[in-house]
């Protein structure tokens, strides 16, 4: 209490208390945070100069604590341009394209750096990149084609994994579009720019985008991402079969294969083309538009007349068992159960599916013999349903009998009760 | 041959003093008679429902892994099983249908007042009752849509104030509809709600023999009017081999209902996965459901389903205590109750449609 | 009429009626006592085969193969690896519902449609599926293999 009655001592004590306060303050925001003079500038900037700190914090590369200078040189602690910006600090201004992949594989191609931030990342993506399409053409000296950062994006670079990120398999596709799709950019190079119109038609996108599977196929699956190349006309199938083992193995063994190969046509995509894949259907096997057997056999030849073979014995199984399926909905809607026929039904589309997949054999006997198993099983199916309605009717009828019991019952109570109250 | 069986049985059992008051029971007969034939179909029916529930058990396995399959099994693979249980589900129906028709016969009629009204209780409770098996059987088969009323309907429990947590966890079972609700349901099925309304019904039943059949006062005026008017029928045999007529017109109706509509069997429960859009009760619960869900979320300030719930739970015990409101005999029956019977069943019917009709 | 007539007319009247009844009676408890009846004898398949089912008899597998069974409403695989062991897994592959089989020359299980690929213990090890395989228990009871659901720890 004493101290109180001394008004100065009390002034000085505050004084030096918040002094204190202050330091301690600013060293806690402060803390953790060196100046960054770049982005101190440059976030202010109009675009094509701003990077906001926003954005960059986005960056895997911030993230991990790298910063601007780690790629543009320079010396991030002065706001003296002439310093910052300066040759003595290694300044490398904007990175000239066609400098970019070497710029990036000085950190990405060393394994021992890399190992220190994630040793299971690949370090092999120059080496992929200088065997693709745009690796050639850059060492050519076209500064067109795609380097690191048209796909990676720059300034926020998100991991693969982050479904935000440009690579992510959701968002391959469009990002490969940006040129491919782009007519004008294209037109120097003669290739069609219809393939993400295509492939937004196809199978796979519908699987990946709408159905949400990301293990169906986007373009960097069968192009390649680093090493990106069209597949060698001989070799499609061997993309194709990473997954569509059986019909690459039984299309291997076939005659088409030494055809197409003869006449240098690529596999797979001959019939089912390449970026535009749709659900196959058995329209395939037959002479209208949706047709890819009579686009090179002759009507008549002992090929055409295995077409009709196979599409009737298809058509015929998928028949059967669509037939199955009503009498089989007809009896469940009369109150029977079915759910054993049911149950054999999917082994009947089973043996479709399987039927359909042989078609690539081009042996029409292979496919029958599917079809045949498919089709006893169907019988069975087709025949339980009957007999479910066959017991339905049984039940009617006993029902009937029952009926006619109550019926004589209750005409017997009725007499007998006229009888007793006459 | 019959005469030498009874006479067996009267020597041991001294048959005569019990059978004594049902040789000259009497029924009035006027133009309002067939009504009294409510209460004893749905006697009947309950008895149909012991018998063939008692056939369901011993096929039926309670569990969630297996009560769907055990039904299914009995629909498809047990001779005759689609027959039990049809009739075992339609039977249920008709008889909540004939319990509500017998309540409201009764109701206008004015048999409830004195000296019945203990007649009245019991039936009210056995009301409730009948409606519990209905809620508790229908989780039984384990599918899709039962899982999901059941899990709104023990909802609906829980919002009433400081009891309604304690038994809504009791009724589940847990906090949660699971397996372990499907055991307790089925143990109310089967042995707690069976042995309460054997009391109850028995407790009716003796009542009803003890105070005989009650006549309709307008009639009742007719006949103290004109007294030659007065017609009666005995019990034995001439009333019971009509109830025996429409019993069997109703052992007709369920096998007819069972063979040409069998009852489904749904798809099994998954705890995990959504209620169906547009879920409902059984019919018997749409007028309650309907009216909770027109009740505006805010009434006031008080909570607007926990006002349905206490309001439903507050017309249950007045409607229980309905005969003690109204007037003892001979003087008229209060009109406004007769009011209040007619709104009773127009809502109830009125909402039971709106109920169905809407999404 | 005459007393005769009415006698004999009542007499046919009283056997029409008792024939009535009688038969009535007869009928209608038979009609309802023949499906109660039949009803209360056990079918021949006992069990409903939810949660154990026989899946096969020792002997039936060679080492090194798998087999498919069915258990409740979907398949399952059984497989006999080379070391003697049983293993039992759902037989629908996770990523779009085909049947699985076991590929003795993998020693893994494999499935056609996508060439996903499983490890013995029901693992998705590479290929398009997402979750792995569920794997039952399986245990022996004479020569009878039965697979029943994994027991809760």
């Known amino acids: ?422 | 041959m019959i005469a030498a069986i009874i006479r067996w049985l009267d020597e041991r059992f001294h048959l005569d003093d019990l059978i004594a008051p049902f040789r000259h029971k009497t029924v009035p007969v006027h133009r309002l008679t067939y009504w009294y034939f409510f209460g004893g179909i749905t006697l009947f029916l309950f008895g149909v429902q012991v018998i063939t529930g008692i056939l369901l058990l011993l096929y039926y396995n309670a569990g969630a892994n297996e009560a769907f399959e055990s039904v299914q099994y009995i629909m498809t693979k047990v001779r005759y099983g689609w027959l039990i249980r049809s009739i075992h589900s339609w039977s249920a129906n008709l008889m909540i249908l004939t319990a509500f028709a017998h309540m409201f016969s009764v109701l206008f009629l004015k048999a409830y007042r004195k000296p019945r009204e203990l007649t009245w209780v019991s039936g009210m409770l056995l009301l409730f009752l009948v409606m519990g098996f209905g809620f508790s059987g229908y989780l039984l088969p384990w599918n899709t849509l039962a899982f999901f009323a059941t899990k709104v309907g023990t909802a609906m429990v829980g919002q009433v104030p400081i009891v309604g947590q304690p038994m809504m966890i009791f009724l589940r079972g847990g906090p949660q509809v699971t397996g372990a609700t499907l055991i307790r349901f089925f143990g109310f099925h089967v042995a707690v709600l069976p042995g309460l309304v054997v009391v109850l019904i028995s407790i009716h039943l003796f009542l009803v023999q003890r105070l005989g059949m009650s006549v309709p006062p307008k009639i009742e005026a007719e006949w103290v009017e004109n007294p030659s008017a007065r017609r009666e029928m005995k019990f034995f045999p001439n009333f019971m081999l009509r109830e025996m007529m429409a019993w069997y017109v109703a052992v007709g109706v369920l096998g007819a209902l069972a063979a040409i509509f069998p009852w489904n069997l749904g798809v099994k429960a998954d705890p995990f996965g959504s209620a169906p859009a547009g879920i409902k009760p059984e019919w018997y619960f749409l007028f309650m459901f309907q009216t909770l869900k027109v009740i505006p979320s805010k009434v006031w300030f008080v909570d607007g389903e926990v006002l349905g719930v206490l309001g439903c739970g507050l017309v249950g015990l007045l409607w229980l205590l309905l005969p003690f409101f109204d007037s003892e005999p001979p003087s008229r029956p209060k009109r406004w109750i007769t009011g209040l019977a007619i709104f009773a069943l127009m809502y109830v019917a009125g909402m039971s449609v709106y109920g169905f009709l809407a999404k | 009429m005459s007393g005769e007539q009415n006698i004999v007319a009542g007499s046919t009247r009283r056997r029409a009626i008792e024939y009535f009844l009688g038969g009535g009676i007869l009928a209608t408890f038979a009609s309802f006592l023949y499906p109660i009846l039949r009803y209360m004898v056990p079918p021949p398949v006992a069990d409903l085969g939810v949660n154990e089912v026989v899946a096969g008899k020792v002997g039936d597998l060679k080492p090194n193969s798998g087999a498919i069974f069915r258990f409740g409403s979907s398949p399952g695989l059984l497989i006999l690896t080379s070391d003697g062991t049983y293993q039992a897994l759902s037989a629908t592959c996770t990523h779009l519902g085909c049947t699985v089989q076991y590929r003795g020359d993998l020693h893994q299980v494999w499935c056609p449609c996508h060439n996903g690929i499983y490890g013995i213990d029901g693992r998705n090890i590479s290929g398009p599926p997402p979750k792995p395989l569920t794997a039952y228990d399986v245990h022996l009871r004479g020569d009878e293999i039965v697979v029943t659901h994994k027991r809760e720890a």
């Open chain 1, 1 to 422: 209490m004493d101290f109180l009655r001394n008004k100065f001592r009390l002034l000085r004590a505050a004084r030096t208390v918040g002094l204190a306060g202050v330091i301690v303050l600013g060293a806690c925001l402060g803390y953790g945070q060196t100046t960054n003079s770049c982005l101190d500038c440059h976030s202010a900037m109009p675009d094509p100069l701003g990077v906001t700190q926003e954005k960059f914090s986005q960056d895997i590369h911030a993230q991990k604590g790298l910063t601007c200078t780690s790629c543009h040189g320079g010396d991030a602690s002065s706001y003296d341009p002439t310093v910052s910006m300066g040759a003595k600090a290694g300044f490398k201004g904007k990175i000239d394209r066609k400098q970019v992949p070497q710029l990036c594989a000085s950190c990405h191609s060393n394994p021992t750096y890399m190992k220190q931030y994630d040793p299971g990342l690949r370090t092999d993506q120059l080496d992929q990149y200088h065997t693709s399409m745009h690796g050639k053409r850059l060492a050519a000296g076209d500064g067109k084609v795609a380097v690191c950062v048209d796909c990676h994006s720059v300034h926020d670079i998100r991991p693969p994994s982050d479904p935000r990120s440009t690579v992510n398999p959701v968002n391959i596709a469009t990002t490969c579009s940006r040129c491919h799709s782009d007519a004008a950019y294209m037109k120097p190079y003669g290739i069609p720019t219809d393939q993400f119109t295509n492939y937004k038609t196809s199978v796979h996108y519908q699987a990946l985008m709408v159905n949400g599977d990301l293990s169906a196929p986007t373009c960097t699956t069968c192009h390649g991402n680093h090493g990106a190349v069209p597949p060698g006309v001989d070799k499609v199938q061997n993309v194709c079969a990473n997954c569509h083992v059986f019909q690459a193995q039984m299309y291997e063994k076939s005659s088409h294969k030494a055809a197409f190969d003869a006449l240098g046509l690529p596999g797979c995509v001959v019939c089912h083309s390449n970026h535009g894949i749709h659900q196959p259907s058995d329209a395939m096997l037959g002479t209208g538009p949706q047709g890819v057997c009579m686009r090179c056999h002759q009507p008549g030849d002992r090929c055409d007349q295995a077409r009709v073979k196979i599409q009737s014995g298809l058509m015929q199984l998928d028949g059967a068992i669509t037939q199955a399926d009503q009498t089989l909905s007809v009896a469940e809607a009369s109150g029977m159960d079915v759910s054993e026929a049911r149950l054999a039904q999917t082994q009947a589309r089973d043996e479709l599916i399987k039927a359909r997949v042989t078609i690539h054999t081009y042996q029409q006997a292979l496919v029958d013999q599917d079809v045949q198993a498919g089709l006893k099983i169907a019988a069975k199916d087709q025949q339980a349903g009957k007999d479910a309605m066959v017991e339905r009717n049984q039940r009617r009828i006993g029902l009937g009998i029952c009926l006619i019991a109550i019926a004589i019952m209750l005409a017997g109570l009725w007499l007998f009760i006229r009888k007793i109250e006459r």
